[in-house]
């Protein structure tokens, strides 16, 4: 699967972002989010042709900046060459209806899956569950099944609403930013806040979930925009000395 590079020289700093939106994958795949070939982000145009999603038959830990065609909101290719993801629509869907968001991605994170299966809800039990403060984290039950229809994907973006991610039942999680680091924060906070919800339900220990209104607080505490900015700088430093070692 070859790609043309000539698609970025009308917009240079797309090229810069597909960069960074790579580095996402391959910090998704070493926090947990690998599934062989499955899994996938999108970035949104910036010149409203559609959005730029990674292409298919590919791990996440093997995108590189140049593994990405430009599709419409229809979901055809409009530049670009290699496999479109079935799953274009769940992408497409939630960018049509969420104007604030730049970065959808969807994944099979582990933890996130499988609490996914239960009909529990992600709480405030750790602080990386606070990210989702402000409007939980909804779960997409209409269906198990892979969202290839642009009707599922406008299901899936209803479930989601103005969140930041949603569950798919049995299936995976779809997560989303306003950017690609926001984006990739809230898929990896996902997962380790399903992980340690997961093990706090097996310890079998009694447990309260803190104050609402505190928690939308201590989320305003934690996540400002410094913070943010210094944590993705600390997951492309754990890329760097990862791949390093490789």
């Known amino acids: 699967m070859s790609h043309s590079h000539a698609l970025y020289n009308q917009d240079e700093s797309i090229g810069n972002v597909l960069c960074e939106l790579a580095r996402a994958h391959r910090i998704l795949e070493l926090e947990g989010h690998g599934d062989m070939s499955m899994g996938h982000l999108s970035y949104r145009d ?125 299936h995976g999680i779809a997560f989303v930013g306003k950017d690609v680091r926001d984006a990739t924060l809230a898929g990896i906070f996902l997962e380790w806040a399903a992980k340690a919800q997961l093990a706090l339900g097996a310890s079998g220990l009694a447990h309260t979930p803190p104050d609402a209104a505190e928690t939308v607080d201590k989320h305003r505490r934690i996540y400002p925009q410094r913070a943010r900015d210094n944590y993705w700088m600390y997951f492309n430093r754990k890329l760097d000395a990862h791949e390093a070692r490789r």
């Open 46 to 170: 910036p010149h409203g042709r559609g959005l730029w999603l990674k292409q298919g038959n590919l791990g996440l830990e093997e995108v590189e900046a140049h593994h990405f065609i430009l599709i419409g909101f229809d979901g055809d290719v409009l530049e670009g060459q290699g496999l479109r993801h079935l799953e274009w629509p769940l992408h497409a869907e939630i960018m049509r209806a969420r104007p604030d968001v730049a970065v959808v991605g969807h994944t099979h994170a582990f933890h996130a899956t499988v609490f996914g299966a239960t009909d529990g809800e992600i709480g405030p039990y750790v602080n990386h569950a606070v990210w989702f403060a402000d409007h939980g984290v909804p779960r997409f039950s209409e269906t198990s099944h892979i969202v290839t229809t642009p009707e599922l994907g406008t299901a899936v973006a209803a479930t989601l609403g103005p969140a930041e991610a949603v569950l798919l039942a049995n």
